[in-house]
């Protein structure tokens, strides 16, 4: 028999959502001690398995706000992998002047992640001009919209509006976390070089970034942003597809600061829903489906799955976090032939390169899913391929909610398992992502 892995005894929860932490804790209390009674251990390992991928019910809404061409609409289309004109697409370089919020939904997931485009003015009823602006009367027609966002952008191109940022404000006495985003960072480069051609002989493009940030952040004082501005929240990015899916200059932080505040449920939806080819956001993500990896281990083992050399299966929940894990690594095929396309390489290239990472050096039989390979693959190289599990048993202890949990030996090594997973295609992404990339600089 081989080496038994070693088990973890305590498994943390931080980013239990408040409808899990209840169902535990109703289950407490409805059939008395978790630790003895083997009665809640099946009731949530059945819940566990019914609800792996309940973050498809999560809604996640993105509020944005901005001086009229200061790249917003650009930034919309991009951040949902559009071109521009595309169908679907926010107009482009119209000056924006009606009085309504517009949402723009993710195509891939329209009922989750949706970008709402707030207007930076009201007119006067009846006529064209603009009015001085009211923010009462803004917050009396946006108020419930502005309450919906989980999170709220104020996008600039330099000039920063006074009424963008009394919206920001009052988004912020909401709750709500307010980030700055200065687009069409690829403009100022080229403008820099033409009003002073000699700039980046002694400067590079992360010293521009740091002095539009300073002065990003004094005009906002200047027009009246009350309260300190953390530069951290700050953020100079171009909005421009291409550079969103490579992660150009600030946005891979812009990213991590745009889920930041989100629950993990909806974490999960961005990250399963927005392509990002940036190797600077592969362990965000990776961390995000760790966090995860306790609740999809203990509907896994709701079947007492325990890997065993010539296994014929994977439980279907193993099967759901395989896919999930290569959607959100932008290792799917659609996924892998838009990077191609990105990086005028050859997709069959580079599907042939991701194989070969991902499988590593593991054939796929025929017949045979390639999350079976890879599973079965990553088995033997813990050294479970023959394990074999006798009445043993690990305590998990959920300290959020003082719940103790008696689970059986299986459930530590499947979560090994999808440790070992996530990790492989964290590696898989970063190498795939360097092949494209490199190659097309040559």
Same mark, same amino acid.
């Given at each position: 028999m081989a080496d038994r892995p070693e088990i973890p005894t305590k498994e943390v929860i931080e980013e239990m959502g408040k409808d899990l932490q209840g169902m535990i804790k109703n289950l407490c209390a409805t059939t008395?001690?978790?630790?003895?009674?083997?009665?809640?251990?099946?009731?949530?390992?059945?819940?566990?398995?019914?609800?792996?991928?309940?973050w498809k019910n999560q809604k996640v809404y993105v509020g944005i706000v901005g001086d009229p061409g200061a790249g917003k609409s650009t930034f919309i289309n991009s951040i949902r992998g559009l071109? #521009?004109?595309? /169908?679907?697409? &926010?107009?482009?370089?119209?000056?924006?002047?009606?009085?309504?919020? #517009?949402?723009? /939904?993710?195509? &891939?997931?329209?009922?989750?992640?949706?970008?709402?485009?707030?207007p930076g003015v009201l007119l006067a009823k009846g006529s064209g001009d603009e009015r001085d602006f009211d923010i009462r009367q803004y917050l009396d027609e946006f108020g419930k919209k502005m309450e919906q966002c989980d999170v709220f952008l104020v996008f600039s191109s330099g000039r920063i509006q006074h009424n963008a940022v009394?919206?920001?404000?009052?988004?912020?006495?909401?709750?709500k976390k307010v980030l700055f985003v200065r687009s069409q960072f690829d403009i100022d480069v080229t403008k820099r070089r033409k009003d002073k051609p000699k700039y980046f002989n002694n400067n590079t493009e992360a010293d521009l970034m740091e002095e539009l940030r300073q002065d990003y952040i004094k005009v906002l004082k200047r027009v009246g942003w009350e309260g300190e501005v953390n530069p951290r929240d700050v953020f100079i990015i171009s909005g421009d597809l291409n550079y969103v899916l490579k992660g150009s200059w600030d946005i891979p932080k812009f990213r991590r600061a745009m889920i930041e505040g989100l629950d993990a449920l909806q974490k999960m939806v961005v990250i399963n829903t927005c392509r990002d080819f940036s190797k600077a956001t592969i362990k965000e993500r990776g961390d995000v489906y760790r966090k995860q990896a306790w609740y999809v281990a203990m509907g896994t083992t709701a079947g007492s799955f325990v890997p065993y050399a010539g296994m014929a299966s994977i439980p279907a929940t193993l099967h759901v976090a395989f896919h999930q894990y290569k959607n959100g690594f932008c290792l799917t095929d659609d996924a892998v032939e838009q990077l191609a396309m990105m990086t005028n390489k050859s997709p069959e290239d580079l599907k042939r390169f991701l194989s070969t990472s991902l499988l590593d050096r593991a054939k796929l039989r025929v017949g045979e899913s390639e999350a079976l390979t890879v599973v079965h693959a990553i088995c033997s190289a813990l050294g479970l391929a023959t394990t074999i599990v006798v009445d043993q048993a690990v305590d998990l202890i959920f300290p959020v909610i003082g719940a103790v949990f008696t689970a059986p030996l299986s459930y530590g090594i499947t979560t090994k398992v999808l440790h070992a997973l996530i990790s492989r295609m964290e590696k898989c992404a970063r190498e795939l992502f360097d092949y494209a990339f490199k190659e097309s600089e040559v």
């Open positions: 008395g001690d978790a630790k003895t009674n083997p009665e809640i251990l099946k009731k949530f390992q059945k819940y566990a398995a019914e609800n792996m991928e309940a071109e #521009t004109g595309a /169908p679907g697409a &926010a107009e482009v370089g119209v000056t924006h002047t009606t009085a309504v919020t #517009t949402d723009y /939904p993710h195509p &891939a997931r329209p009922d989750s992640l949706v970008f709402v485009d707030f009394q919206i920001g404000m009052k988004a912020r006495e909401m709750g």
